[in-house]
T-cell receptor
Framework: DADVTQTPRNRITKTGKRIMLECSQT?????MYWYRQDPGLGLRLIYY???????NKGEISDGYSVSRQAQAKFSLSLESAIPNQTALYFC???????????????FGAGSRLTVL | QKEVEQDPGPLSVPEGAIVSLNCTYS??????FMWYRQYSRKGPELLMY????GNKEDGRFTAQVDKSSKYISLFIRDSQPSDSATYLC????????????FGTGTRLLVSP
């Protein structure tokens, strides 16, 4: 089984619909992240969480919300989806105590969202 | 100005070629330099990371950092079709406000 699992892998929805993307991890990491990836723009941070009670906005949080249900689960919601939220979304985890100091991320396989 | 710049490619090479992938960054506060590889329909996975200037080698891959020029490179020797992927550089700083910034990625195509 993958260390970081994202569901759904693909989703097509309509403008105005509420969408939830889910992420679960078996790494035992405290830190979890949501990124979106767009051609030409790379990976941009939406939200991050350093533990269950610590949730922070990233550089592009408008239009998104998150929930950290447990150490292993971190969900991303689009309350009212719009077409420019069409993108590839990645969940990631990291362990700052891993000893390397570099905050290496472990990514899920991605959730491709299309908003019509 | 973007904090890290990376040519999007695509870069097409024949099998066996030496590949050079590069990024430049603007802020000298960044201390860690990473390369991630992303295959189609997959998430990025870490290839290598370095902390200081100089070279770090791992098999066919060599990461090079020149902090004075704010320039990082990834070299791939004896490139294989299985190396065809998008390569993302990433820079990270731990002093002050911790920040991780990704390049946009360079798509590499290695033809048999």
């Amino acid at each position: 089984d993958a260390d970081v699992t994202q569901t759904p892998r693909n989703r097509i929805t309509k403008t105005g619909k509420r969408i939830m993307l889910e992420c679960s991890q078996t790494k035992g990491h405290d830190r979890m992240y949501w990124y979106r990836q767009d051609p030409g723009l790379g990976l941009r941070l939406i939200y991050y969480s350093f533990d269950v009670k610590d949730i922070n906005k990233g550089e592009i949080s408008d239009g998104y919300s998150v929930s950290r249900q447990a150490q292993a689960k971190f969900s991303l919601s689009l309350e009212s989806a719009i077409p420019n939220q069409t993108a590839l979304y990645f969940c990631a985890t990291s362990d700052p105590t891993g000893g390397n100091g570099a905050n290496v991320l472990t990514f899920g396989a991605g959730s491709r969202l299309t908003v019509l | 100005q973007k904090e890290v710049e990376q040519d999007p490619g695509p870069l097409s090479v024949p099998e066996g070629a030496i590949v050079s992938l590069n990024c430049t960054y603007s802020n000298s506060a960044f201390q860690y330099f990473m390369w991630y590889r992303q295959y189609s329909r997959k998430g990025p996975e870490l290839l290598m990371y370095t902390y200081s200037s100089g070279n770090k080698e791992d098999g066919r891959f060599t990461a090079q950092v020149d902090k004075s020029s704010k320039y990082i490179s990834l070299f791939i020797r004896d490139s294989q079709p299985s190396d065809s992927a998008t390569y993302l550089c990433a820079i990270f700083r731990t002093t002050g406000f911790q920040k991780l910034v990704f390049g946009t990625g360079t798509r590499l195509l290695v033809s048999p």
